[in-house]
């Protein structure tokens, strides 16, 4: 059996990625599906603290990174450069075999396959707004871009977001995730700074009143919401589309998306609301409250028929793990 080498740093121990449970709300369930379609093939996946230190056939990279042996190496770039600059250089890019990755631009200059990262899809859920008492939730961590790019950053839309709520409507809102008792993090390295003192700090104020704290379980607050602020970490990139918008359709919960310019290219626009044809969060909120339930209904049903059709497949975890199995072992 061939054994290659999966590099990351997206859990500790390293090994964990390769676990159900090792990391919450199904973050690692593509990556599961992934070694397992590689064992299926021949191929053993192991992680860094599973490496023996022999020569691998082949290395494989989550995001671009330095290479560890002298193996051919492949990489797989989920995240954007804004988001991971190593993903726009040509220095770590130039060395790998072959790209899977989101980027058309890179695709269409030959150099990558086109992947959508993989997630479980359910079923979908019609169940109206009977047991639904929330009618927004934001689900994110408080985080920041470590460059400044004020045009693209959507991680300051949902500071935006939701200081308006909490200011103009906040019974209808419930923010969850790490890190928001401390300040907005701000862009670049200043904003891991500011939050280190912060930590320091044996007191501080409670700067959102809205936080409920870390959710145990995505899922379960998304099933008690109607809608939730599901925006990507950077807006007007082409196929940029992460797990986000799939947590809030496995729940029922319909999502007011802000991210993929193209979007509607890969997700029918009947499945969910799009941020960016409001003038403002009166207006949105507007829209929201005021939703009748059979609107609401015809969105979960959309987004049923979606969840369920070929065109959802794209976003599979097997699909997700079939197409990088084949490219990979079909360049060695």
Same mark, same amino acid.
């Given at each position: 059996m061939m054994k290659a080498l999966f590099v990351h740093s997206g859990t500790k121990p390293a090994r964990g990625i390769f676990e159900r449970d090792g990391a919450p709300n199904g973050l690692t369930a593509a990556w599961c599906e992934l070694r397992t379609a590689f /064992? @299926?093939?021949?191929?053993? $996946?192991? #992680?860094e603290d599973e490496w @023996? +230190? @022999?020569?691998p056939n082949f290395e494989l990279h989550l995001d671009a990174r330095a290479q560890k042996s002298e193996a051919p190496s492949f990489c797989i770039l989920t995240e954007c450069d804004l988001v991971y600059p190593n993903n726009r250089s040509a220095r770590l890019l130039d060395r790998y075999a072959h790209l899977f990755t989101w980027d058309p631009t890179l695709v269409e200059s030959g150099r990558a396959t086109k992947i959508q990262l993989g997630h479980p899809l359910g079923p979908g859920v019609v169940d109206g707004y009977g047991d639904r008492p929330l009618l927004v939730v934001l689900i %994110?961590? %408080?985080?920041? $871009?470590p460059v400044w790019r004020p045009k693209q950053d959507l991680y300051r839309e949902r500071v935006r977001a939701i200081r308006w709520f909490e200011r103009h409507a906040p019974q209808d809102f419930a923010l969850y995730g790490y890190g928001w008792d401390k300040l907005p993090r701000l &862009? #670049?390295? $200043?904003g891991g700074l500011v939050h280190r003192i912060e +930590?320091?700090? &044996? $007191?501080? &104020?409670r700067w959102f009143p809205s936080w409920r704290g870390v959710a145990a379980s995505k899922h379960e607050v998304l099933r008690r919401a109607r809608f939730s602020i599901c925006y990507e970490n950077v807006g007007g990139l082409r196929g940029y589309i992460t797990? /986000?918008?799939? @947590?809030?359709f496995c729940a029922g919960n319909v999502p007011v998306y802000w991210g993929a310019e193209d979007i509607a290219d890969y997700v029918p626009e009947t499945c969910f609301i799009d941020r960016r044809r409001f003038r403002s969060y009166d207006d949105l909120h507007a829209y929201l409250v005021s939703m009748p339930e059979d609107t609401f209904f015809g969105y979960q049903k959309a987004i049923r028929d979606f969840l369920a059709s070929p065109k959802a497949q794209r976003f599979s975890t097997r699909t997700f793990a079939e197409t990088i199995v084949a490219g990979v072992l079909s360049r060695l």
């Open positions: /064992k @299926d093939a021949g191929c053993q $996946l192991v #992680t @023996d +230190g @022999d020569l %994110n961590a %408080n985080k920041a $871009l &862009p #670049t390295r $200043l +930590g320091a700090l &044996p $007191l501080r &104020p797990e /986000k918008i799939f @947590d809030a």
